[in-house]
């Protein structure tokens, strides 16, 4: 037991020091694509209009309009880790060992990190994420994590929406080069001069007074999440043979620049 508690603090320092190093020396090397940037705006607009309309305790507005709930899957992260950091996103890591590698990974490339999930630390972990939704974070959580069953959505990220009051926003992404892990998840790496597609997918947003385990909002959600990571695959396909991948992108990969928030319009925690 020693010896294994020994090894992970190990394994923990050197995914803080070396799992950043190599992001960041990754996306130096990758172009990317988006699409879908004006569904996660209409997003935005929405929550401004509801509160424009008189509601009260929504969330924080920040000059970049109103923070929404990035949902994912778990396989997906790397990629989008590499595409969104430095704008201050919170993310919902596991309470599990193998969040803390996560958390080692994450904060220094300018995410907040809140700890916990649906089944250890969820009803703590779901206050503070709807807390810093209300403060003007955007939010992300892979609704298939942390353990399974893969591209299946949990009930958690509903419950977190609805306390927020923001829209889930559904995220697909894909890379080639890159490779797929023999783990729960296939857990996608890029490999070094990839190429990056992220696609937004439509909003989805909670009712207030429905159930928070809702089959069909589950089933939805997933149907969307799909749809995005299809979309992100097929974009990326077309324009592999057309070449269109590349130039002031790839540059905006490397920084980090293109999708979500500028660094300053949304508060960061541990970046």
Known sequence: MKGQRTRDRFGHRAAGFLGPLIIRIGGSTSSLLVAGEERV????????????????????????????LFSFWHGCLLPL??????????????EHSDGEYIRRVLEPLGYG???????????????????????????????????????????GVLAIARRAGIPIVPVGACAA?????????????PLPGSR????????????????????SLRALLAERIEDATLEAERRLRDAARSGRVGGARARAAASGSALGHSSASRPSRGG
Do not use: K, Q
Not at 81 to 94: E, Q, Y
Not at 179 to 186: F, Q
């Open 177 to 189: 080069p890159a490779v797929s892990l023999p783990t729960w998840d296939a857990f996608l790496i």
């Open 113 to 155: 990190v809140v700890r916990g999930s649906t089944t250890r630390g969820g009803t703590r972990a779901l206050f503070e994420m709807a807390a810093r939704a209300r403060a003007g974070c955007d939010l992300a959580v892979t609704p298939d994590g942390p353990r399974g069953p893969r591209r299946a959505v949990g009930a």
């Open 41 to 68: 705006a209409a997003a935005r607009a929405a929550v401004d209009g509801a509160a424009a309309s008189g509601a009260a305790g929504g969330p924080a507005r920040s000059p970049a309009g109103s923070p929404v």
């Open 196 to 215: 990056l597609s992220v696609c937004y997918g439509e909003a989805l947003v909670i009712p207030l007074d429905g159930p928070d385990d809702s089959d």
């Open 81 to 94: 880790i590499a595409t969104h950091r430095s704008r201050g996103i919170v993310a919902l890591v596991s």
